[in-house]
């Protein structure tokens, strides 16, 4: 089956046959860390947390900070894409279908062409390797929702599920953070809920 065939959709407006919650896997890209979590309904089933590492395979938090490190980001893409291919073959044993929608970050004001120098304050790297990162989710999966940014994961820890806040579920995949941050996957669990609200 090829990965195109693995990411199926259904003809209703986040809502599968019979009443049941559309299955949907959000990914929340990011310059260090990308998360991704699969949602079904108001539970996150699954998620991870990874960022890049060098060429012996540790994590470098620092490895992208240099925009053109193209062997780096090389590198990280692969492990992002063979993780979400993972996570959407799971999402679609188990329910026989699954939506991915992905953030994609916006150039930023001081980023804009004409845009004065001084409002250029946000480091390049800081959107433009997330935007990247999208770009290569959506060469993966061309039909995933296109997610514009909305605050997702801002809202207090408290009014997420017990998933997502400390201690994370066995059998989930890595939290590569220093501090096993788990704001990046609580913006995931937003992103795929604004995917499963989207129409075909």
């Known amino acids: ?6 990411f199926t959709e259904i003809p209703t407006d986040g809502v599968a046959p019979a009443g049941k919650p559309l299955p949907c896997i959000g990914v929340d890209p990011g310059q260090t860390w990308t998360a991704a979590v ?6 996150g089933e699954h998620g991870w947390t990874m960022g890049p590492v060098d060429k012996y395979g540790v994590i470098r938090r620092d490895a992208l900070n240099e925009v053109d490190a193209w062997d780096a980001f090389a590198l990280y893409i692969v492990r992002l894409v063979d993780a979400l291919d993972a996570l959407v073959e799971y999402a679609v044993t188990r329910y026989g279908e699954v ?3 992905v953030e994609v970050p916006l150039v930023p004001v001081g980023w804009r062409p004409g845009s004065v120098k001084r409002f250029q304050q946000l480091p390049m790297r800081d959107w433009l390797i997330p935007r990247q990162v999208a770009a290569a989710v959506l060469g993966q999966y061309p039909e995933a929702k296109v ?3 909305d605050g997702f994961g801002s809202r207090p820890a408290s009014e997420y599920p017990t998933e997502l806040r400390g201690t994370r579920p066995p059998g989930w995949g890595p939290n590569e953070t220093p501090n096993r941050e788990r704001d990046h996957e609580r913006a995931a669990y937003d992103i795929a809920g604004a ?3 989207m129409p075909r």
């Open 1 to 6: 089956m090829t990965k195109a065939a693995q």
């Open 38 to 43: 699969l949602r079904v309904g108001g539970f």
């Open 99 to 101: 939506r991915v929608g």
């Open 147 to 149: 997610i514009r940014p």
């Open 195 to 197: 995917a499963a609200r």
